[in-house]
Nanobody, 122 residues
Framework: QVQLAESGGGLVQAGGSLRLSCTAS????????MGWYRRAPGKQRELVAL???????NYPSSVKGRFTISRNNTKNTIDLHMNSLKPEDAAVYYC????????????????WGQGTQVTVSS
């Protein structure tokens, strides 16, 4: 299986910045779309940012202009740069990846990280 390891979560004051990183490992043939989702207490999981294999990005209006997603295809990593953080951004952030992996043959996969906590103080 392909595993995702997240880092960068923590406590930040409102208006501050934080950078999250995610590294994919395993028998990876190729990576497709990758992104970040978040889940706040009492709310459903929502998309934060998505980046395609060709570099196209997708953001919801709630974070557009404040968050930036990027990827490094050589290192199999994605980053999420979060600026001007608001209390409503507080949540557990999960890394997501899709692509193809080798298990004797080649198979498609989707994978999720364990999540990293982002806390924003008012």
């Amino acid at each position: 299986q392909v595993q995702l390891a997240e880092s960068g979560g923590g406590l930040v004051q409102a208006g501050g910045s934080l950078r999250l990183s995610c590294t994919a490992s395993g028998s990876i043939v190729s990576l497709g779309a990758m992104g970040w989702y978040r889940r706040a207490p009492g709310k459903q999981r929502e998309l934060v940012a998505l980046i395609g294999s060709g570099g196209s990005t997708n953001y919801p209006s709630s974070v557009k202009g404040r968050f930036t997603i990027s990827r490094n295809n050589t290192k199999n990593t994605i980053d999420l740069h979060m600026n001007s953080l608001k209390p409503e951004d507080a949540a557990v952030y999960y890394c997501y990846a899709s692509g193809f992996e080798r298990r004797l043959g080649v198979h498609s996969f989707t994978s999720w990280g364990q999540g990293t906590q982002v806390t924003v103080s008012s």
